[in-house]
C-alpha cells in the first residue's frame, strides 16, 4: 500500500468516527466515556495523518 493511499484510509476512518461522534451527541444514552473514546482514537488518526503528510513532503 503506497502512503497515500494509506493516509486517504486514515483520512477515511477519521471521517467515519467524526460521524459517530456527532451521533453520539445527538443521543441521549450516549456516556462521556464514550465520547472521550471515539475523540481520543479521531485525535490519534489526525496526529498519524499529520505525521505520514510531513515525512512524505520530506
Do not use: G, N
Request: aromatic share 0%.
Amino acid at each position: 500500500m503506497s502512503v497515500e493511499a494509506h493516509i486517504q484510509q486514515l483520512e477515511q476512518r477519521h471521517q467515519i468516527l467524526e460521524t459517530e461522534i456527532s451521533e453520539l451527541h445527538s443521543s441521549p444514552s450516549s456516556t462521556d466515556s464514550e465520547l472521550a473514546l471515539l475523540k481520543r482514537r479521531k485525535l490519534k488518526l489526525k496526529d498519524e495523518i499529520h505525521r505520514l503528510k510531513s515525512a512524505e513532503q520530506a
